[in-house]
């Protein structure tokens, strides 16, 4: 008796693609670098099940170095090594950053003029008085070019308008600028004009003379298919992070009014390819960013050009130093824009992609070495 082959099993339903960007004739740093090093590696975002806060993650370090950690309040610590105090903590920084550092870090004005003086590569800008937006207005249409406007002691990326170029925009820039002033903030507050200098927004940790940590920040952005809606396409990119203990916390309510900045809303579609960002800078807070490490990219001219940027800060002996670099293979046309002792270190031991790197036991050998000399 003879038995008749088997059918075929239906084919599996059709599986939609995601689409890839498209780059269009003088793309940005930061649209190349999604292109090129972010959307290969998509289906390989890390999975963070279990993470420690940036004060555990020092205070771990401390412990693997032998350190005994000894609380003095809610915010200091000491550290202890074989009975002899080694350093410290003081809310989120140690013993590394002097008095003097603190308090230049603390002003976006200060720390640029110390850049200046030291002749590293920094934005050519000007702090104003927030009740002179005439004279801001004056010094914009000096530059001749687009400009950035943020708060001179603003923190988390709060409060920053780039690539401003009309009076309209640099009012509402003003105002949001005001909006995000530190509370906390020691110094007189002001508001900072720079020219806007395109390029990929590296944050790269500095120890001593080293770096030992950089990541890229990108915006949260979507590609469209030319189909979904920007809602439907964020609310999948959300959903996917949602099981990243890192990242879950740190996302955004995207409605219409998040929108707004950038002149989209959530029923708008974009066409098959268009790559279009949601915020206007990489707020990894807050915002919806990514961190992804290039620590293995970083050439030794931009790492330099970091350690340059610490240097700048008499007594600064370990931070976050914020760079534009248009090509991390050269410091050509790369700028500093921030040097910040206060940064959290989780975004470089649990990155979006890429290896974590261990800044928290960089900082611990670097207190040991100077309890040494």
Known sequence: MSHSAAPPPPPPPAVRQRPFP????????????????????YGQLRQWTSTMPHAELLQRAARRKRMTIKKITESNQLFFLSGVVVGGMDGVITSLVSHQARRVSRSKAMTKRYLDAAEVPTPKGRAINPTDFARAVKYMKSLGKQVTVKPSSGRAGK??????????????????AMAARSATSESRY???????????????????????????????????????????????ELARRSTNEHLRPRQPRVDDAFLAPVGLTRQSVLPM???????????????????????????????????????????????????????????????????????????FHYPAYG?????????????LERASR
Do not use: C
């Open 355 to 367: 290896e974590p790197r261990k800044v928290n036991d960089a900082i611990m050998d670097e207190i």
């Open 273 to 347: 390819g268009q790559m279009r960002f949601l915020t206007q800078i990489a707020d990894t807070t807050r915002g919806g960013g990514l961190a992804v490490d290039v620590f293995g990219a970083l050439s030794d001219e931009v790492k330099d050009l970091a350690v340059d940027g610490l240097w700048a800060i008499p007594g600064l002996g370990a931070a976050a130093v914020d760079l534009l670099v248009p090509d991390l293979s050269s410091a050509e046309g790369a700028v500093v824009l921030d040097v910040n002792p206060y940064a959290n270190l989780t975004q």
């Open 159 to 176: 409060g920053i308008t780039v690539d401003v170029t009309r009076e309209s925009q640099l009012r509402a820039a003003w105002q949001s």
């Open 190 to 236: 002001l508001i900072v004009v720079e020219e806007y200098t395109p390029g990929l927004d590296v944050r790269a940790y500095v120890v001593g003379s080293q770096v030992v940590a950089a990541v890229a920040r990108i915006p949260l952005y979507v590609v469209g298919d030319g189909v979904s809606s920007v809602g439907r396409l964020v609310d999948a």
């Open 22 to 41: 498209e780059l269009h004739e003088g793309a940005s740093a930061t649209e190349r670098f999604i292109a090129e090093v972010v959307e290969p590696q």
